[in-house]
């Protein structure tokens, strides 16, 4: 556990680069203190060698502050955020460490959460809002495996809802909306094959559902399910190591973030070489 303290660093017109976008009338600088207390404690109670379970709660902070809106040309300022977090984790290993199975189970309470909200649908035109209450909670499972010599196989699987419990946006009340950029399932599952020699083999493909690019939920926000595939092949020695990768195989355009009015596009099919030698 723990106290923290933020300061949120002052903002001066003396700077030419703000002076030019800041009116005239706006306060020289702005400093705001937050002070919070964050406990955590677990347990963890292990049944036999390498298979555990455990329990954690942990309280969370996220600093307030001041920012700006340049579409307005106006200073906003947002409270501090605060979590309330429950984790249920289960640790084994089996058959030698040839099998690892993880899982994890969560639930997250949220109270003044702090979300980007749009004003109006001019860029840029967006500002730091608290939702008054929030909620998520789901769970993981990861799986990696040694089913024979030298091919190594894993998955991942995880499951998050989240929902909006009282949070008044802009006159509208966005309560039993999901989070933005929040997908609901995510999963990915690969394998390599290191053959004697030291070459190797690999592919890896992932899956995320689609999700929200903002609070209010809109149809035009929402991003379509993306799937991925990425390749890798390679060899490595006691002194030298080589691979060769193509990431996003199928050439996808996909959002990477979506935030308010703006869109950052994910990275096309990428190939390359990468090569080490030990000394």
Known sequence: MGLLSTRVPSTSTDDPFVANILPADTPEATSTTFDAFLPKAGLVYEFVDDV????????????????????????????????????????????????????????????????????SETPLDTETQNAGSSESFGGELELRATPIEGFEIYGAFGYNETEFTDFVSNGVQLAGNEFRNAPRFTGSVGGTYFFESGIFLGADASYTSGSFGDAANTDASRADPLFLVNLRAGCETETLSVFAFVDNVADVTYAEERQENLVTIGDPRTFGVVGQIKF
Do not use: C, H, I
């Open 52 to 119: 555990s379970l455990g329990f954690t709660y942990q309280r969370g902070y996220r600093a307030g502050g001041a920012s700006f809106n340049l579409a307005r040309n106006q200073q906003f300022e947002f409270d501090p955020e605060f979590t309330n977090n429950f984790e249920l984790s289960f640790r084994s290993q089996w058959f030698d460490d040839r099998l690892t199975v993880n899982a994890n189970a969560y639930y997250v309470e949220f109270e003044d959460q702090q979300v980007v909200v749009a004003l």
